[in-house]
């Protein structure tokens, strides 16, 4: 590898847009690299392992905050990982919470996909039915069995909230 990489030479290494990279500059994630006598950006072996890590955190759907936490503790390898710990800890718990919230989705999905069962047309659609009655605030079948938590307020509920 050479010594002195171009912005477009640094994504295309790391698969990581231009833009995006120009982005993790300015919010700090990503240091500043030097110019050189043209004015190019000139992006050396540090800032494609410190791209490397961070789109390897995103791959792990981190959000940029801990990602720059973590960036921390690597400048920092003196400090304690509990915090790191925390972080990785905190991921999970997200993780965890949106497979329960995808399940459940899924367990509404097959119910409304099991209102139609056979080619009808649109207007004997069950899962048209079930739609248009879940928008006039019945509960429709991809909700009848879902706990209360996750069943929409019907529209005449969500008015008088407020």
Partial sequence: MKSAMRIGELGQST???????????????LKNPERSSNGY????PEHLE?????????????????????LEFVENPAADCG??????????SRVRARLKSM??????LTALRNSCDT???????????????????????????APSATTP???????HKA
């Fill in 119 to 145: 080619n009808h047309s649109a207007s004997e659609c069950g899962i048209l039915h079930e739609l248009v009655a879940a928008a006039q605030g019945e509960i429709c079948a991809c909700h009848r069995d």
């Fill in 15 to 29: 698969g990581v847009d231009i833009e995006t990279i120009r982005y993790y500059e300015k919010t700090g994630l």
């Fill in 50 to 70: 410190r791209l490397s890590f961070i789109r390897h955190c995103r791959a792990l759907d981190m959000p940029l905050a801990d990602i720059k936490r973590l």
């Fill in 103 to 108: 399940r459940a989705l899924e367990q509404q």
């Fill in 41 to 44: 950006r000139a992006y050396g």
């Fill in 83 to 92: 915090g790191i710990d925390q972080l990785i800890s905190t991921q999970l």
């Fill in 153 to 159: 307020d019907p529209p005449s509920a969500k008015r």
